[in-house]
């Protein structure tokens, strides 16, 4: 894995026009925006970055490509990223939104067998404040820091960085792995890529309601991760079985006749509690969480 | 998107998982036009389940019944719901009764096949002796076959059940299944298999790519239980705040953030998030108008809380159409037309309050576009929740 | 087994590549029901190619000439075969015209895109351009892209050929073919792109899986130049030896014997290799049986040579079924009637010589069963070739 | 890889009538023949051999499988040797004739990635002679000797087998790739097992008409193949686009208006003779040309 400047970025689906404003972000930002693909686009360029018909005519052209940032109508997502696993890259950020879930069963299949990291569907991708962006994260919401933050809304995950920077907590990196239910990178991924991280010094999650991912990662956390944790989960107060707009933040056993309590943040909020994780019961206590456990002086102490 | 009853027979029927003859009946009098010999049985085509505990399926021995029956049906709300359509279907004999199943299981993002013995109506029983089987690399009938085996089957039945399986797998995948169920899989005594209950899940994403579908749900169109991603989501019935935010995360956090502050939503409405491939920022502006529009016009919303993070469209714009909204709705004479004359009398006729905070670029214009409307801006949400539900508790008088 | 084009057309209809408003003609008053308004192209429906150059295709502008042409048509033998059909289509404008295949390469073990700017009849340009992809793992679009590329195309020529192409690959691996092939491909003025011709080919051994195939070709049941793996097949019209041997192998060695040696074989019958799933010794004898019942009726064979190196099946029951039909061939007065009279008046009445060459289990049993009909049983193949060419060559006085 | 007699084999549709009888034959040979397969018959025996209804069952059972003897229906092979590829199985034996290629294609797509042999389809498979019997090659042909015989056909094996058998040359392995289009192994693959045993002297490569199989074993023998190497092409004489029984062995380009010489005898016969390659004429005379190439005394010079 790579998030250094360094990384060599191409963008799928370059034409579509989010993807053209974010092109520019990116490179603004100081991302190595390469080169991007989009059929039928060949020979053209985007905010001078030059565009290509196939993934492997964009490498035979610009070189190597560490990661590429997939824009594409959710039904050709599936093809752009097994274009791109075809050519070799090996990080795919999946900004669209809608893939679906059985597409992205294929794609797992395939990434697991090439040790590919996939992050998102549904996801702005990742920061690393002040150096990297690999996605339409805000960048003015972030600023450098020791921070690692992980969560599974694109929103949601730009308001803790604003309350994080306000608070004076930079962060290291902030990943969103995506709001829909099959997703290719995890949070224990994540949480492992955070603890290596020497920049990391504590680790923010921020989970949601639907599926059993935070109840994994709480888990995962007790298990094999050094560094501290606090967590927070949104949709407690979520109506049952409607879906909010993630595909994944939903309360519902999917077999109509299969009733389980999985899912719910009374289960993900205990799982944390049992693993004696720290968990903020509103976004703005998170800062306060973080502090304690980093024995900073907190806001209270402070006045 | 889910299917009735006979539209996944159907879909059944044409993959070559057995099922029994049947027909559809529109009103009662259809039965006297029936082919299929009687005994047999009539079953409310309704979305939710356990209709058959409230009467919804009734076993019928000659014309004369079935039409009594069919109009007691037809007239039998279950779960709120009333059938627009039946189901006339031979009765089986089963001698045993299977469960078989298949779903997508976020954990280990596969497939993964279900089955047990003990189907019917008797769920706990099935869930205490379910069997799973995830289909981790790319199916083929062996998967199906670790099912019956793990479900303790043998002999023959190993080959009908796991075949019956590896059919409801195609079906599964050639139309981006959420889940496909047959409960129950009738045994009879001779090992012949039936599916004599069908449920089918359409992925609501991948919908759009399966127009055959449509074709099969066309007679009863709109009809289905299903709501617009992007539309407003009722939660409370004596809720007073709306809330109108921009991403689920967010909009969850923010309903949490109301409750926490004692407040009580009516409703909720995520205008999406900047991942959608067909996002612009005039759509979200469009969806942002057309759902304001929504709120302000239902006299029960007594505060807006908008909350919203905005990255490609700035402040200002968002603030031009949250002041021209409450502009449009400020209360004319002829405005009153159109409210019903129940909710004139209980409701004043004034608009809702509005609550806005945003964050992203061009803050400051914005502020001032609103400040020309009497509106204030707020930059912190733990605010812009508490002056919510005050408003609302003072409303409330 | 190959499809005509308007069944290929059926089929590319149904998985959305675009094809012309078109019409069956099974006689030449069919067209006074014409509903596509003229011009129209009238061509026959024959499995050979080339019919474009032999006058198989005509255009006409109304429906007196749309009647004479297809009488021409219907009448007009092309490689030997007379169309059952007609199709009549509309006219398309072709700016360009294309070249597009989908068939199994069996080197690389994988199927291949083929692509051309050249098709349509000038096939020598098309093949001088042809463009190769090979589809190396699951396929995927880009497959697709990556042939338009190859091919040279540009701009939305890329996403409308490719996305045939895509279809195409759809057909291929949903209905198991051989082959699939669009030729040409028309491309209008504006980029918009027609399956003007259409070849499909359904590989012989997978067709029994889809029977939908059939009810496709049910029409014109029988039409199809498909020979069953188990019959006789003819060879030179000359000959005077028949070959019975087993195994594909087998019978290709034995027949270039034949031919060195200075024989002439008539026709040939390989029984079937025991790899054959529904194998068993008893439809081994079967087919023997039947295979040696029809060629001894052919009075223009003259030798059986049977050559059969057995497994599973003692050679003393091989025997056996041989000697069972040459005494039921000997020649009786009755079975003069089944003879056609010109057979009768151009050759005698006698049965074939028959050389059996044996080996396998149980060989001096079957020796001695073979001679008690007076038939010699020989274990070289060799020598049992030499002696069926030299009592060929003494039969032909 | 592994022809040893210690080769613990499976047989996967045991119940067939075929299955059984060549169970035997194999038992009966000395062939470890450890399990059978059939779903709906497990907890029966077949001539002693336990049998099961899944391949995990009979590993559980007896333990580990080194080679899988396939005889199921054709359109449930591919399914029988997916699931002992995922059994972890790396030897694979299909008996079967007429799979549908495209059920070849997605098989070899796995076996590629999985390094499993994969033997046929429609192939009476491997016999080392006094050792091992992988398959349904009439034993009574055979004798131990040092000629390794290729072959694409059943019965032609056989008749090959016995040419050099009644002239005194044993063997040390007869293999046949098989009659379809679309196969497993290649004659490279098994030129190239041939020159590394020990036990093999000389190698017999007996090609028919239709692909190029031939030609690519002749180009292959020039570049990699240290032994000797005696050559037969069956079929000079054969119809053109008629099927004889192989579904591989037919010259027609499939492609109608691709004309084209490659799948002939000549143009294998050709291959042949441009690598130095001797070429018998008809069958017997395969001992003689091995004679030749061996130095060893010939027929006539015998006589």
């Given at each position: 894995m790579n998030f250094t400047p360094q990384n060599r970025v191409l963008i799928q689906g370059i034409a579509e026009p989010l993807a053209t404003v974010h092109a520019l972000h990116m490179k603004r930002y100081g991302t190595h925006v390469v080169a991007g693909v989009s059929p039928g686009y060949g020979g053209t360029k985007v905010h001078e970055i030059p565009v290509f018909d196939l993934v492997e005519m964009a490498l035979s052209a610009v070189g190597e490509i560490d990661t590429t940032i997939i824009f594409t109508h959710p039904y050709a997502a599936l093809d752009a990223a097994l274009e791109a696993i075809a050519a070799g890259i090996r990080q795919i950020v999946l900004i669209t939104e809608g893939i679906p879930p059985l597409d992205m069963v294929k794609l797992l299949r395939k990434a697991e067998m090439t040790e590919t990291l996939v992050v998102g569907p549904n996801s702005p991708g990742v920061i690393v404040p002040g150096q990297l962006l690999l996605g339409i994260h805000p960048v003015e919401f972030y600023t450098p820091g020791s921070v690692g933050l992980i969560s599974r809304s694109g929103t949601l995950t730009y308001e803790i960085a604003r309350e994080l920077t306000l608070a004076g907590l930079g962060q290291s990196m902030g990943v969103c792995i995506g709001g829909d239910a099959i997703m290719g990178s995890s949070f224990p991924q994540w949480l492992e890529i955070m603890d290596e991280d020497e920049h990391t010094e504590i680790i923010v999650l921020v989970g949601e309601i639907g599926g059993d991912s935070e109840e994994a990662a709480a888990h995962y956390i007790a298990e094999a991760i050094d560094k501290p944790v606090v967590a927070y989960v949104a949709g407690q107060t979520a109506p049952k079985g409607r879906r909010v707009g993630h595909a994944g933040a939903i309360i519902a056993s999917q077999i109509s006749t299969l009733g389980s309590e999985i899912g719910t943040a009374v289960s993900k909020i205990t799982a944390f509690e049992r693993a004696n994780i720290p968990v903020a019961n509103y976004p703005s206590q998170i800062p306060t969480l973080v502090k304690k456990a980093l024995r900073l002086p907190t806001k209270h102490s402070n006045v | 998107?889910?299917?009735?009853?006979?539209?996944?027979?159907?879909?059944?029927?044409?993959?070559?998982?057995?099922?029994?003859?049947?027909?559809?009946?529109?009103?009662?009098?259809?039965?006297?036009?029936?082919?299929?010999?009687?005994?047999?049985?009539?079953?409310?085509?309704?979305?939710?389940?356990?209709?058959?505990?409230?009467?919804?399926?009734?076993?019928?021995?000659?014309?004369?019944?079935?039409?009594?029956?069919?109009?007691?049906?037809?007239?039998?709300?279950?779960?709120?719901?009333?059938?627009?359509?039946?189901?006339?279907?031979?009765?089986?004999?089963?001698?045993?009764?299977?469960?078989?199943?298949?779903?997508?299981?976020?954990?280990?993002?596969?497939?993964?096949?279900?089955?047990?013995?003990?189907?019917?109506?008797?769920?706990?029983?099935?869930?205490?002796?379910?069997?799973?089987?995830?289909?981790?690399?790319?199916?083929?009938?062996?998967?199906?076959?670790?099912?019956?085996?793990?479900?303790?089957?043998?002999?023959?039945?190993?080959?009908?059940?796991?075949?019956?399986?590896?059919?409801?797998?195609?079906?599964?995948?050639?139309?981006?299944?959420?889940?496909?169920?047959?409960?129950?899989?009738?045994?009879?005594?001779?090992?012949?298999?039936?599916?004599?209950?069908?449920?089918?899940?359409?992925?609501?994403?991948?919908?759009?790519?399966?127009?055959?579908?449509?074709?099969?749900?066309?007679?009863?169109?709109?009809?289905?239980?299903?709501?617009?991603?992007?539309?407003?989501?009722?939660?409370?019935?004596?809720?007073?705040?709306?809330?109108?935010?921009?991403?689920?995360?967010?909009?969850?956090?923010?309903?949490?953030?109301?409750?926490?502050?004692?407040?009580?939503?009516?409703?909720?409405?995520?205008?999406?998030?900047?991942?959608?491939?067909?996002?612009?920022?005039?759509?979200?502006?469009?969806?942002?108008?057309?759902?304001?529009?929504?709120?302000?016009?239902?006299?029960?919303?007594?505060?807006?809380?908008?909350?919203?993070?905005?990255?490609?469209?700035?402040?200002?714009?968002?603030?031009?159409?949250?002041?021209?909204?409450?502009?449009?709705?400020?209360?004319?004479?002829?405005?009153?037309?159109?409210?019903?004359?129940?909710?004139?009398?209980?409701?004043?006729?004034?608009?809702?309050?509005?609550?806005?905070?945003?964050?992203?670029?061009?803050?400051?214009?914005?502020?001032?576009?609103?400040?020309?409307?009497?509106?204030?801006?707020?930059?912190?949400?733990?605010?812009?929740?508490?002056?919510?539900?005050?408003?609302?508790?003072?409303g409330r008088g």
């Amino acid at each position: 894995m790579n998030f250094t400047p360094q990384n060599r970025v191409l963008i799928q689906g370059i034409a579509e026009p989010l993807a053209t404003v974010h092109a520019l972000h990116m490179k603004r930002y100081g991302t190595h925006v390469v080169a991007g693909v989009s059929p039928g686009y060949g020979g053209t360029k985007v905010h001078e970055i030059p565009v290509f018909d196939l993934v492997e005519m964009a490498l035979s052209a610009v070189g190597e490509i560490d990661t590429t940032i997939i824009f594409t109508h959710p039904y050709a997502a599936l093809d752009a990223a097994l274009e791109a696993i075809a050519a070799g890259i090996r990080q795919i950020v999946l900004i669209t939104e809608g893939i679906p879930p059985l597409d992205m069963v294929k794609l797992l299949r395939k990434a697991e067998m090439t040790e590919t990291l996939v992050v998102g569907p549904n996801s702005p991708g990742v920061i690393v404040p002040g150096q990297l962006l690999l996605g339409i994260h805000p960048v003015e919401f972030y600023t450098p820091g020791s921070v690692g933050l992980i969560s599974r809304s694109g929103t949601l995950t730009y308001e803790i960085a604003r309350e994080l920077t306000l608070a004076g907590l930079g962060q290291s990196m902030g990943v969103c792995i995506g709001g829909d239910a099959i997703m290719g990178s995890s949070f224990p991924q994540w949480l492992e890529i955070m603890d290596e991280d020497e920049h990391t010094e504590i680790i923010v999650l921020v989970g949601e309601i639907g599926g059993d991912s935070e109840e994994a990662a709480a888990h995962y956390i007790a298990e094999a991760i050094d560094k501290p944790v606090v967590a927070y989960v949104a949709g407690q107060t979520a109506p049952k079985g409607r879906r909010v707009g993630h595909a994944g933040a939903i309360i519902a056993s999917q077999i109509s006749t299969l009733g389980s309590e999985i899912g719910t943040a009374v289960s993900k909020i205990t799982a944390f509690e049992r693993a004696n994780i720290p968990v903020a019961n509103y976004p703005s206590q998170i800062p306060t969480l973080v502090k304690k456990a980093l024995r900073l002086p907190t806001k209270h102490s402070n006045v | 998107m889910d299917l009735l009853e006979y539209q996944a027979k159907e879909l059944f029927r044409a993959m070559g998982i057995p099922v029994l003859p049947s027909q559809r009946i529109e009103r009662p009098k259809d039965l006297k036009g029936l082919i299929i010999p009687y005994p047999v049985v009539l079953k409310s085509q309704v979305y939710s389940g356990e209709r058959g505990r409230v009467g919804g399926v009734r076993f019928v021995e000659n014309t004369i019944d079935a039409i009594a029956a069919a109009q007691t049906i037809f007239n039998l709300s279950i779960m709120g719901e009333y059938p627009k359509v039946l189901l006339a279907e031979a009765k089986y004999d089963a001698d045993q009764e299977f469960y078989l199943a298949i779903t997508l299981n976020r954990s280990v993002r596969r497939p993964v096949l279900l089955g047990s013995q003990k189907g019917g109506i008797d769920v706990e029983m099935a869930i205490d002796q379910m069997q799973h089987v995830v289909v981790e690399q790319e199916f083929s009938a062996y998967y199906a076959r670790r099912l019956a085996l793990k479900m303790g089957l043998e002999g023959k039945l190993i080959e009908s059940v796991s075949s019956v399986v590896e059919k409801m797998y195609q079906l599964f995948v050639q139309n981006d299944l959420d889940l496909i169920e047959i409960n129950p899989l009738g045994v009879s005594t001779t090992g012949e298999v039936m599916a004599l209950d069908g449920k089918i899940s359409v992925n609501d994403d991948a919908w759009a790519r399966h127009p055959h579908l449509d074709a099969l749900i066309a007679k009863l169109e709109g009809s289905s239980p299903q709501s617009s991603p992007m539309s407003i989501v009722p939660m409370e019935s004596d809720g007073q705040i709306a809330i109108v935010c921009n991403g689920a995360g967010l909009t969850m956090a923010t309903m949490d953030l109301v409750y926490q502050a004692g407040g009580k939503p009516i409703s909720f409405l995520n205008i999406g998030s900047e991942t959608r491939a067909d996002f612009s920022p005039a759509q979200l502006k469009h969806h942002l108008k057309d759902g304001l529009d929504q709120l302000t016009q239902n006299k029960q919303v007594k505060v807006v809380l908008i909350n919203l993070i905005s990255n490609l469209v700035p402040c200002d714009e968002v603030a031009e159409i949250i002041a021209s909204s409450v502009k449009r709705h400020v209360p004319k004479t002829n405005s009153l037309k159109r409210i019903r004359p129940d909710t004139l009398i209980a409701q004043a006729t004034r608009s809702p309050a509005m609550v806005v905070r945003l964050v992203g670029s061009e803050c400051e214009r914005a502020q001032s576009r609103l400040a020309s409307n009497q509106i204030s801006l707020l930059d912190n949400l733990d605010e812009a929740v508490t002056q919510a539900v005050s408003l609302a508790k003072v409303g409330r008088g």
